[in-house]
């Protein structure tokens, strides 16, 4: 699907909801968000469930479940914004109804395991936001760029990103829908309903604590499926607190570049989106311009 559904952008005094659907976070992390959104001019509310806790997630599966739905069903919401990832979305996937949700749409919010309710809702022809969580809102400070970038695009400014070059880029122009996520979790769905890359994709990877044996694992995954064939760009992000395997032959990234080099599209390397505080809100389902050129790589919404 091509044509996805924005939500509408949001104005001072709008009301946004703040939901746990994967980890448990704590309460002060919580509250802490609640002021940067307040300074935002945006009013929120917490989930009934948000600082409940059920071993390492944030309650039980049907305390998340009903807190995200109803967040999803409330027509005065704007905005959806997830507390922190980890691990437990995918256990809601499946329940989450759309009939009240399609009469007032909203903005999914966040990144990591929140990866699996992107494609949830893409897969029903929404956008939604890849972007620093309420925990980040809380402890990032007040002029970081990632938050920045997300107030931006949730008023409706959306931004043209730059980046250094780096030495394994390949060179290109591209125009396409760009998608993507925590590459472990967007694994995670490969041959499900909600594994959905169309032709002219602009695709973003990025993950966390993943060893380069298990990366180069999924990227041939998405090679051998031929998903990568499909893609007309491809933007590897930041990969984060792991140690090199040097029974590979290569550092990661170099592994990743072999396994792309026969493909014509442009190819960037180091952007600035994952497990880092420079976490760039990426708008899930926009069309986009990609140009990696020698001295400056562009991604255009």
């Known amino acids: 699907m091509d044509n996805f559904i ?11 909801a703040i939901v746990s659907p994967s980890g448990k976070i704590d309460k002060n992390l919580l509250k802490g968000s609640q002021e940067r959104l307040a ?10 469930h948000a600082a409940a806790a059920s071993g390492k997630y944030a309650g039980s599966i049907n305390q998340r479940l009903d807190d995200f739905q109803h ?28 009939e009240q ?32 969580m309420a925990r980040h809102l809380s402890v990032e400070p007040e002029d970081n760029a990632g938050t920045l970038s997300l107030r931006n695009i949730l008023l409706g400014q959306l931004p043209t990103y730059n980046c250094a070059p780096h030495k394994l880029n390949k060179t290109g ?20 309903k909600y594994d959905i890359i169309p ?5 973003y990877i990025e993950d966390v604590g993943e060893r380069p044996h298990a990366i180069e694992r999924m990227m041939y995954n998405l090679k051998l499926g031929g998903i990568l064939e499909r893609l007309s760009g491809l933007i590897i992000g930041q990969f984060t607190e792991y140690d090199e395997d040097l029974s590979l032959g290569k550092p990661l990234y170099e592994a990743i570049a072999d396994i792309v ?22 708008v899930n389902g926009a069309p986009v311009e990609l140009t990696v050129a020698s001295k400056v790589v562009e991604l255009k919404f």
């Open 39 to 48: 300074s935002w001019g945006l009013q929120s509310i917490l989930g009934k």
């Open 6 to 16: 924005f939500p509408s952008y949001l104005q001072e005094g709008d009301k946004v």
């Open 71 to 98: 967040a999803m069903d409330a027509p005065d919401v704007k905005a959806i914004f997830c507390s922190r990832g980890g691990y437990g979305a995918v256990h809601i996937i499946e329940q989450l109804r759309f």
């Open 261 to 282: 080099k026969e493909y014509k599209y442009p190819v960037c390397f180091d952007f600035p989106v994952g497990h880092v505080a420079q976490n760039m809100a990426i």
């Open 173 to 192: 122009e591209a125009k396409g829908i760009i998608k993507g996520g925590n590459l472990a979790v967007f694994y995670g769905l490969r041959g499900t």
């Open 199 to 203: 032709e002219n994709t602009i695709l």
């Open 101 to 132: 949700f399609c009469k007032s749409p909203k903005w999914l919010i966040g990144f990591s395991d929140i990866t699996a309710l992107h494609n949830l809702f893409q897969y029903h022809g929404f956008a939604s936001i890849h972007a620093p």
